[in-house]
């Protein structure tokens, strides 16, 4: 986006505390209800969005469209099948967020069932908040299922091979080092390396498509 302005701050804000929030619930309350307590002890199975956002991911997320909340830990020795569930943890905050996005494509085809006016200033304000939530928890999706170490799709990948836990450590040290430079080309050239936006816009309007909202 090119400036941001504090209109497009407000509109967006709702849509990404709650997509921060749902995400890291998520992998907090499958994580405890796989028998670690870590993040429990932590007071991460918590809906209180105070809970998961880090304040400068937040901010970089705003002005950068690229940020990150408080990571939620766990020990894989209090699981019951440590490969098993450490990838039901990671699909956890994903899944989280198609759950979200399509909740909130539903709650998009009710209001279009009414008969509102969209001359409505507020109105027009409520429909914008509630398309930045699907787009955002399908933005949330689509970068998190990057295979790209710390991201969850690295995960997924990273406990399905067999590897030491060294060279694993390694992989997301230098993993990560490699997201963030990817992202700065990104964004700086017309690459376009990570078609994150076009992937966001095919799952977003293939769900109103297929809910009938609106001209969708």
Known sequence: MGGIDLESIILILPAIIIGLTFHEYAHAKVAHMLGDDTAFLEGRVSLNPLKHIDWFGLIFIIIAHFGWAKPVHFNPEKLKNPRRDEKLIAIAGPIANVIMAILFALILKLWTSF????????IKYAFEINMY????NYGLFVF?????PPLDGSHLILKSINISKEMEANIIKYG????????IIDSQTHLNILPIGKAIQFLTYQTLHILQVGGY
């Open 115 to 122: 008969e509102i006016n969209p001359d409505s200033a507020m």
């Open 133 to 136: 939530c699907i787009f955002l």
């Open 144 to 148: 998190n299922m990057i295979p790209i």
């Open 176 to 183: 990560a080092i490699g997201l963030f430079a990817v992202i």
